[in-house]
């Protein structure tokens, strides 16, 4: 009897937390990006996202009992977040690959993908991306990573997929 009720605790915990289990971070590197100064990222869409209900608490004072909606609307550019990154990490990123021999010799070029999605608990729903660093000269493979983000109804704080893919892109770089 006991054994169930801490079976049962820990299984409503995680419902009522909304709590995703993320895969870990999968990365690889295949040569030092040490040496290089600049950065092209490929252009990504603007996502606008929302989290939230609006059937909140009715207004106590507030003219025709009027509702208080719970949600919260947000949005993010990926190619923006990771310029954020790289930038804090010292590159420099410009719009386009550089004509010049050398310039291009010190430059990366960026890419984002977005993969799959998976729902957990039914409460959340996770997302994963895949970023890949070429060298801009050869378009060798230098750093490739993939990275799951989480975003759910089901939380004390309104997490929105903006948020989820913020998280997996953080997530993706930090080993970089």
Same mark, same amino acid.
């Given at each position: 009897?006991?054994?169930?009720?801490?079976?049962?605790?820990?299984?409503? =915990?995680?419902?009522?937390?909304? %709590?995703?289990?993320?895969?870990?971070? &999968?990365? #690889?590197?295949?040569?030092? *990006?040490? !040496?290089?100064?600049?950065? +092209? @990222?490929?252009?990504?869409?603007?996502?606008?996202?929302?989290?939230?209900?609006?059937?909140?608490?009715?207004?106590?004072?507030?003219?025709?009992?009027?509702? *208080?909606? &719970?949600?919260?609307?947000?949005?993010?550019?990926?190619?923006?977040?990771?310029?954020? *990154?790289?930038? #804090?990490? =010292?590159?420099?990123?410009?719009?386009?690959?550089?004509?010049?021999?050398? $310039?291009?010799? #010190?430059?990366? /070029? +960026?890419?984002?993908?977005?993969?799959?999605?998976?729902?957990?608990?039914?409460?959340?729903?996770?997302?994963? +991306? !895949? @970023?890949?660093?070429?060298?801009?000269?050869?378009?060798? /493979?230098?750093? !490739? %990573?993939?990275?799951?983000?989480?975003?759910?109804? /089901?939380?004390?704080? #309104?997490? !929105? &997929?903006?948020?989820? /893919?913020?998280?997996?892109?953080?997530? %993706?770089? $930090?080993?970089?």
């Amino acid at each position: 009897m006991i054994k169930f009720s801490l079976y049962l605790a820990v299984a409503m =915990g995680i419902v009522l937390g909304g %709590c995703a289990i993320l895969k870990p971070v &999968e990365s #690889k590197k295949f040569g030092d *990006i040490s !040496t290089y100064k600049y950065a +092209v @990222i490929g252009q990504t869409s603007t996502l606008s996202s929302g989290a939230g209900s609006g059937a909140g608490v009715v207004g106590f004072g507030l003219p025709g009992g009027a509702s *208080i909606s &719970e949600s919260v609307s947000k949005s993010i550019n990926p190619s923006d977040v990771i310029a954020g *990154i790289l930038m #804090k990490k =010292g590159f420099i990123v410009l719009d386009s690959v550089s004509d010049d021999s050398a $310039k291009k010799a #010190k430059t990366l /070029l +960026v890419r984002y993908g977005q993969g799959d999605s998976r729902s957990v608990l039914a409460t959340d729903i996770v997302l994963d +991306v !895949t @970023i890949q660093i070429l060298d801009a000269s050869s378009h060798d /493979l230098l750093f !490739t %990573c993939s990275a799951e983000g989480a975003f759910g109804e /089901l939380r004390a704080v #309104k997490v !929105t &997929e903006a948020d989820a /893919l913020r998280e997996a892109i953080t997530r %993706c770089l $930090k080993d970089l």
